[in-house]
Each structure stands twice: as C-alpha cells, then as structure tokens.
C-alpha cells in the first residue's frame, strides 16, 4: 500500500506532524532511526524551562510523552530504521524511502530528522564531551579541571552545570565575543571566559598549553539531512517555504531544526510538524476534488 505521508524523524517535528496527519485521516508512516522517539530530547536530563505549559519536566520526559502519545493514537511508525536515502520515481510516482534493505513509498514525505551536534573534528573519548545532554552527563566531573569550547547558550549551560557537578575549574575558550544569553553569561565567571584564538591538544589535553582534565565541546549544530537528494539549502539547513514544502520537489516536506525556518526550539518544531501536515492535507484535498470534479464533467 502506497502511505499519503512518510515522516522521517521522530522529534518533536516529526512527532506533531505525524500524529496531526493521523488524526486528519491520512495514511502516515513515522519513522526513526533509533530505539525510540524523541529526538535530541532524549539526551537531555534537564529540565526544559523553556516549553510552555510543561514546567519541571526533563527533555528525556518530553521525549517519553512524545513516545507514549504516539502509541497511544495509533499513529503508524518504525524504530530503529535508519533512511540511507529518499527518492522519487519518474513522472511524478511516489516517493521511495529506503534503508538500504526495505523500502517504504508514499505520495509526500517530510523530512524532520533535526540536527546533530557539531564535533569539529573532535572525537568523543572518555575525556571528552561533544554536545550537551548525556554526552557531558557521563563525565566525571567532580575535582576535575575543564575546558569548555565555544561561546553559544549550551557552552555556557555546560559550564554551569560542571560547577554544580563539583568541577574544580571551568574554563570558557571561544574565538568570537560570546553569544550567549545574558542569563546564561551570568552563571560563569567573566574572568573564566576567553575570547580569541585557541588551539586544543587532546593528546597532551591543553587547550593553548593551558592543562584540562576534560574537554567539552559546544560549537553548536549541524542540519542532519539523509542521503539520496540535492537539496536546496540555506546556511546547511533544507529551504522550505511557508507550508514547509521544499522547492522543486512536488511531494516533499521539511519540518523543525533540519530547516532552520523559526527559531530552533521543541515549542516551534511542534508547530512547523503541525503546518506541514496541515499544508499536505489541504494539498491532498485540493486534488481530490479537482478529480471529482474532472470525472463529473467527462
């Protein structure tokens, strides 16, 4: 059977798009590649104060909820399918979605598959750390002197939470006057924060021949974008328009951080997930009538 909608991505996006799609009577196929859904949520053990309507819950409680909902409606998915690639047959057949083994085909996909950490070349070891969340969690962080690298929230975030978690010494290295929030520039020392050029050895673990016990590496995110498409992109992220639809690919979708379309966050990737199903509703119900109205007039 040929779904209405493949949704690739099971975060909050993916989540919200899937489940409006389901509840407005399409046929929808979720997605994810790992063992449960909720995208970077599941690596954050903090508290999201950011959600409105949801105070004193983890990310990894968001994401359980997101989990739980979807089992709960019904809403047709997969786990633990990893997308290698996304095509679209000639003439305007359906879509394929393919692990390298099964395909799955469908009328529309989206694509919510968010972002990753960047590494910048680091590799995570058991001295270092890239991203925030459980990455930096599984340090041991009591006594130890640390160097965190790079100048946005979740840098400053990491620190603080070293600090809480017993840290000797936090240092912030970051080559561009840091971009943090002020709340969150407030948690660290200013004299610990230095700005300008640095260079990390993780060999000798120094970061300009200052030692660190552990490194954590903060220097953002990157679109994560399957395979098998040239997609059009704006600063590494998958251009949309308004509907969330991809120019010059009738059919495909992109919804949440793998777009970069509002600002990144769980409460705006619920409603592009939201917009982009409604869009392809309208879409498909837009077509449905014109052909209706075709075969009354034949």
Known sequence: MIDDVIVVGGGPAGAAC???????????????AGPEMGGLQRRSPYVNRWLPGVP????QEVAASLQSHLVSAAVPHLLDFAVKTIRRGADRAPWDVSD???THVAHHVVIATGSRPRHGGFVETDRVGIGPGMPMERLPMAGQRVAILGGG?????????????????VDIYCRRAPGAQPLLQQQVDPARVHVGPFHANVAAM??????????????????SIPGGLRLPLNDGYIHVDRRGAVPGFPGLFAAG????????????????GVQVAKSIQKGLRHERET????QDAA
Do not use: K
């Open 153 to 169: 929230d979740n840098a400053f975030d990491q620190a603080a939470f070293a600090l809480q978690r017993g840290a000797r010494s």
């Open 206 to 223: 120094t970061v300009n021949g200052t030692p660190y016990d552990l490194l954590g590496i903060q220097f953002g995110f990157e679109a």
């Open 18 to 32: 899937a489940l409006w799609a389901h509840q407005l009577g399409l046929r929808v196929l979720l997605i994810e």
């Open 257 to 272: 951080e793998v777009t970069n379309y509002w600002q990144p966050c769980v409460t705006t990737a619920y409603a592009h």
């Open 56 to 59: 004193g819950r983890t990310g």
């Open 291 to 294: 052909a209706t109205m075709l």
């Open 100 to 102: 390298g083994r099964i």
